[in-house]
Each structure stands twice: as C-alpha cells, then as structure tokens.
C-alpha cells in the first residue's frame, strides 16, 4: 500500500454548532493506481483531498505515504486546485518552475519536457492573462509533476472547462499516468469522468462523509464512453447514487 | 490640392475629399481652445490692454525662457530643485516601503506600529512647515525633511494594502510547492503588491514636488522656486511664469516616467494590450 488515508472523524465548528462532515473513511491506494472519488455536493470530497495534502490537519486519523506521516503540505503529495491558481506575473515556464531556477539546464531542460507532455510548446513566455482556462490548468498540472510528487491530488480539476477542452485533458493524464507512473487522485461529480479516468472508484454519501461503495474498473486504457462495458458500469455507479438519499444529485452525471 | 490627386479622378469622389480635408481630426481639436486662449492673450498685451506685470504675453515669457535656458541659470535652479526633490523622495519613500513591508509583513508590528503612523497621517504634512523652520532652519534639511514626510505616507499606505491583498489562494500554492521565505517574498508577495506600490510611488512623487515648491517658496537662496521669489521681488512676471510652467512639466514629465515603468514591470495584468 503506498497511501493509506485514515480518517476516523472529521468536523466543522464547536459546541452545538459542530458538524460531522467525514466519518470513519479508510482508503488504501496502490502504486500508480488512479483512485476517482465521486459523491453529492458537500458530502466533503474536497475536505478529504485537503486532509490528504496535508493542507488541514484538524482531524482524527492519519495519513501515510509510503509509510512516512504527512502533516504538512509539501511537494510529494501535488496538488491540483479547481481554478489553476497560477501567479499571473510569472510567464508559462516561470510557473512551472516556481521556486526552481530556470537557468539551471537540469530544470530548464524538465520544464522543457513538461510543456511538451501537456501540449503546450510554443508557449513558454505566455503570461496566464494569455491563455485559456484549459491551457492554465495545463500549466498547473505541469507544475505539479515538475516536483516529481509521489501522489498528485486533483480536486475537480477540469469542473469549469468546456466538454471539448476537459476531455482532451482527461487524455492528457492518462498519458501522463502511463509515462510517469504516478498515484493519482481525483475528485469529481462526473460519473463519466470517473469511470473514463479511474482504476478505483469510491463514491461517497453525504451527512456525514461515508464510503458508501469501493469499485475497481477493469477497463483497457485507451477507453470508449461508448462500449457496453463502460455503460455498464456507468449504470451500476448509477444505482449506488440513488441507493444514498441523496439521489437529486445524479444531475451532474453529463449526458 | 496635390494630395487629393490619388483619390481618384472621378469628380464625384474629388469633392468627397476636399469635404474631409475641411473637417479637424478629433486629437487636433482639444488644441483649439489653447491656441484662440494664446492667440487672444498675445493681442491684448501687445496692443497694451493689460499691463505687463500683471499678465505678460507668451511671447515674453517664451522670450525669458530662451534667455534663462541659455545663460544656464534655469539648468543650475533646477538641478538643486530637482535633488532635492529626489533627496527627500528616495528618504521618505524608501523608509515608506521599508515601513509598509514591516507593518505589512507581521501583525505584531501592525498593532504597535499602524495606529501612530495612522495618527501622524491626519496632519496635514505641509501644516508642519513652521515647525521645521524652527527646528532647522531655512537649511537644506528642513526642505528635504518636509518632502520626505509628504512622501512617505502614499508608499507606507500602498505597500502594506498591497501585502495584505495578496490573494490567500495563491499562499496555500507557495505552501504546497514547498517555498522557502525568500521565495514567498520575491515570487509571491512582493509581485502581488507591486501595482499597489507603483501607485504609492506615484501619488508619492506628486507631493514630493508639492512639499518642494512650498520649501523652496517659503524661503531658500537657490532653485526654482528661489527664482520666482527673486523674480515676483523684481515684478519679472514673465519669469515666475517660466518657473510656475518648469514646476508643471517637470511634475508631469516623472508622473509620465512612472506610468512607463507601470507599464514595464506589469505586462503580466495585460500583455495584449502592449504590442512588445
Ligand atoms: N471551512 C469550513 N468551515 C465550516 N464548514 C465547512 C468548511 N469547509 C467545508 N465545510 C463544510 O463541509 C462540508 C463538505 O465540504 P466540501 O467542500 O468538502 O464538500 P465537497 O464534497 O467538496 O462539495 P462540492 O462537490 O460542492 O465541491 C460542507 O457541508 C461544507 O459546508
Ligand atoms: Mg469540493
């Protein structure tokens, strides 16, 4: 197990305010797995990736990649935000170099190889006013894998982009899962997405936070929305949604 | 008209444009009104309709100008102007920035430092101008310590808003990638709040010049304003004009150099817009 992810209890607020919003959530990612959790809207997707990063420890349990604590955010465990979060004054490959030295040939050299990885030769000297939504989230995933992250954490990544752009993007970390071999996990409220993307899938109830399904998805990469086998599936995850009372939500399932 | 001929040679399209060679383009028309002004102005002193110590014509005062820029001595009143200017400028912003930084970068120092420098704030900077003539003198100092206290507020000001808006999104990144301090200031921070500052340091220069023609106004025996006092002694109208224009241009021709530099340092708020 390369990730195990441990959380016995997480809540919001204090007194009569206090809300429970993850309960008793056990997960254990193998290496290069790609785990997809999908669930209703507030059913705290979002708190468990953060408590992954590290980027909130106010909760019981523990984290543990390959067998070292996290409890701090840091560089092994990327993180991709919903909006790209790029420092608009830094140029394409200043933001994937970050805090690195571009004029070091070793790191020019990796962010060289990044921008090609994520189609974006051409450009480097672009400012994020330049560039579209999906051009910039290309960019911050870039960022992530410069770092060489053990796992990289994806937080609805492509929930604001157009149908065209997010599935080119989806192809993007397929490739980039096949050629770098990095554990992935993404959050997102798209069944398709999660079956088109995931080796694993989790979906979760909501109040409190619950796994209310784990689910291996046995597919060949490349993958077609279209096959029996995908439908399949998608019927099945379908029927975990309305088996949580949370049904209603079923509505971002696109198409 | 020589011009018109490579409209074409059909008659209908040859008075088209002798029709639009009558009509003004727009950016010549704001001149309009300046050049009649001008224009009136020189008739009525030439024709002795107003005396010359009260208004002298443009031509004079251009005349005067010519007389002043070739014996050297608008060059020498304006260099000591301007060093001092610049002295009391450098002074007062750069301990504005350092101050703003601090005060910006830690709470603790905001709570003991912000409420009196908030305090000093409300005087008005040239009501002090009495004072320091007390304390020290028509001397150099005074007039370099009245422009920096003028400068020092705008940049205080703007650097620490600039810090404190620095999107907490963005820091929550600097925490995932790992940044060391440095990093944070020269990446994240100081980036974030440079077009906070570029406008402190403009609103700075602005009254860096203001606090330096009432220094100078107020007494001194060299520099621009030295030269209007000595020329309103002697009634040589047409130079306080010379000096009153030199004060303009100069406070405009740095308020234009910052504005480059805005554009310059921050290409990144909207590069389409430059053609680079
Ligand atoms: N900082 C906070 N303080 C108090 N409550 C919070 C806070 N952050 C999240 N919550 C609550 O925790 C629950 C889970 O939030 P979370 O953002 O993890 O949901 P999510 O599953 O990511 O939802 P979505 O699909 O809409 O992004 C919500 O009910 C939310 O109101
Ligand atoms: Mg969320």
């Known amino acids: 197990m390369s990730v195990l992810i441990r959380v016995e209890e997480k809540a919001f607020g204090i007194a009569d305010k206090r809300t429970v919003v993850l309960d008793d959530i056990h997960l254990d990612i193998n290496d290069g797995e790609f785990l997809t959790i999908i669930g209703p809207s507030g059913c705290g997707k979002s708190t468990l990736l953060k408590i992954a990063a590290g980027l909130d420890t106010e909760y019981t349990g523990s984290v543990n990649i390959h067998g070292r604590e996290v409890k701090k955010p840091g560089i092994s465990q990327g993180f991709i935000f919903q909006e790209h979060r790029l420092f608009p004054w830094l140029t394409v490959e200043q933001n994937i170099a970050a805090d690195l030295n571009l004029r070091d040939p070793d790191v020019k050299a990796k962010v060289q190889e990044l921008i090609d990885i994520v189609r974006l030769t051409g450009n480097e000297k672009a400012y994020p006013v330049e560039l579209s939504g999906g051009m910039s989230q290309r960019v911050a995933i870039a960022r992530a894998l410069l770092r060489e992250p053990e796992v990289l954490l994806l937080d609805e990544p492509f929930g604001a982009l157009d149908a065209f752009t997010r599935k080119h993007l989806q192809d993007v970390l397929i490739d980039i899962r096949q050629q770098k071999k990095i554990t992935m996990i993404l959050v997102t409220h798209d069944i398709d997405e999660s079956i088109y993307l995931g080796t694993q899938l989790a979906i979760l109830r909501a109040k409190p936070g619950r796994l209310q399904r784990w689910l291996p998805i046995e597919l060949p990469f490349p993958r077609n929305r279209t096959d029996t086998s995908f439908q399949y599936l998608r019927q099945k995850v379908l029927e975990e949604f309305e088996k949580t009372e949370h049904s209603a939500y079923t509505e971002g399932a696109g198409i | ?276």
């Not at chain 2, 925490?175 to 980036?191: A, C, M, N, S, Y």
């Open chain 2, 1 to 276: 008209m020589k011009t018109a001929a490579y409209v074409g040679v059909s008659g209908q399209e040859k008075t088209a444009k002798v029709k639009k060679t009558r009509t003004i383009p727009p950016w010549l028309k704001g001149f309009v009104v300046p050049i009649i002004m001008l224009a009136l102005w020189q008739y009525a002193g030439s024709a002795g309709l107003i005396s010359e110590t009260v208004l002298p014509t443009p031509l004079a005062i251009l005349a005067s100008f010519y007389e002043l820029a070739v014996s050297g001595e608008l060059a020498d009143n304006m260099k000591i102007s301007i060093a001092r200017a610049a002295g009391g400028f450098l002074l007062g912003g750069g301990l504005g920035l350092l101050f703003g930084i601090l005060v910006g970068f830690s709470r603790k120092t905001e709570s003991y430092l912000d409420p009196s420098l908030q305090m000093l704030r409300t005087v008005p900077h040239l009501s002090v101008t009495p004072l320091f003539i007390l304390w020290f003198g028509f001397d150099e100092l005074s007039k370099v310590l009245l422009i920096a206290l003028g400068a020092f507020f705008p940049i205080y000001i703007n650097t620490f808003l600039g810090i404190r808006s620095v999107d907490a999104k963005l820091f929550d990144v600097a925490r995932v990638l790992e940044f060391g301090w440095h990093h944070q200031i020269t990446r994240l921070i100081l980036p974030a709040a440079l077009p906070n500052i570029l406008l402190g340091v403009r609103l700075s220069l602005g009254i860096a010049w203001l606090g330096l023609v009432v220094a100078e106004l107020m007494g001194s025996s060299a520099g621009v304003g030295y030269m209007i006092m000595d020329a309103r002694q002697f009634s040589q109208t047409e130079k306080v004009f010379v000096g009153i224009i030199i004060f303009a241009v100069v406070g405009k021709l740095t308020d234009s150099f910052v504005r480059l530099l805005e554009r310059k340092l921050l290409k990144w708020r909207s590069s389409f817009q430059g053609t680079n």
